[in-house]
């Protein structure tokens, strides 16, 4: 995994709007109105960045045994997206993206595997420039992980991704572990994977020996929201924003 060079930012960004702390089913509910705004053009692409209380989330294709039988209080709840258990917590950057795939440049087809690869790229560009933090992909998984080292060969993971797509049109998105508590992930098997932590920037910023700067999550939305709208562009969307 190599470093990422940050593109130059797009001079118009798509709508962006901060929900707060919010409950994860209520951010569904509303997510799933923008969803069926954009379905029939009454809203153009949006990306909305919240933060959930502490939930357990699930797709469809989840084992049982992902999740603890008790997952220490935490409620959990099966939800319409790819991907199999995380957990959500404050202190994790939360970003849903209801955005139309068909609309790309040069007539280029709505790929669901460059969108994930885009998504990514962004989430690593925001993370060089935010906490001069490297973080690259995993060959063969959808997520951002840390530069594999000789105690972590497969990298830690630092952010999860989960989509869903109807009628082209996308929902769910990211969830980004900037400074969680992290225990909650304990009660789960994170996305199926057994051979890599979950980890958080503040905990590599500590590995490091640096400190992170805790600062409003809204502001730091806004940040990554110009680099994942960057990354995206560079696939060949968002050109009518």
């Known amino acids: 995994m190599s470093k ?8 118009q960004l798509p709508a962006f709007q901060w929900w707060g702390t919010i409950d994860y089913v209520a951010a569904l509910d509303r997510m799933t109105v923008a969803h069926a705004s954009r379905v029939a053009g009454e809203i153009s692409d949006s990306f909305f960045y919240l933060e ?8 469809r294709a989840t084992p049982a045994t ?9 409620p959990a709840r099966e939800v319409p997206r790819g991907g199999l258990a995380t ?9 849903y993206i209801v955005m139309d795939l068909s609309n790309r440049a040069n007539d280029a087809r709505p790929d669901i595997h460059a969108y ?16 001069d933090l490297n973080a690259g992909l995993r060959e063969g998984f959808t997520g951002v992980w840390t530069i594999p080292t000789a105690d ?12 869903n797509a109807r009628k082209w049109v996308t929902s769910h998105g990211f969830a ?3 400074h969680p508590d992290m225990s909650g992930f304990d009660r789960i098997v994170p996305c199926g994977i057994t051979d890599a932590p979950m980890t958080s920037v503040e905990k590599e910023l500590q590995l490091a020996g640096r400190t992170l700067e805790i600062k409003p999550m809204e502001n730091w939305a806004g940040q990554a929201h110009k680099h994942l709208v960057n990354a995206l562009q560079n696939e060949g969307w968002l050109a009518l924003a």
């Open 66 to 74: 992902d999740i603890k039988p008790t997952a220490g209080g935490i």
């Open 176 to 178: 980004l572990n900037i």
């Open 87 to 95: 957990y959500h917590a404050p202190g994790q950057m939360v970003g």
């Open 116 to 131: 994930l690869r885009a998504i990514e790229l962004g989430l690593i560009a925001f993370l060089n420039d935010a906490f």
């Open 152 to 163: 972590a060969p497969a990298g830690r993971k630092l952010a999860s991704i989960g989509v």
């Open 52 to 59: 959930h209380p502490p939930v357990i989330t699930y797709g």
């Open 4 to 11: 990422l060079t940050i593109p130059e930012q797009p001079q």
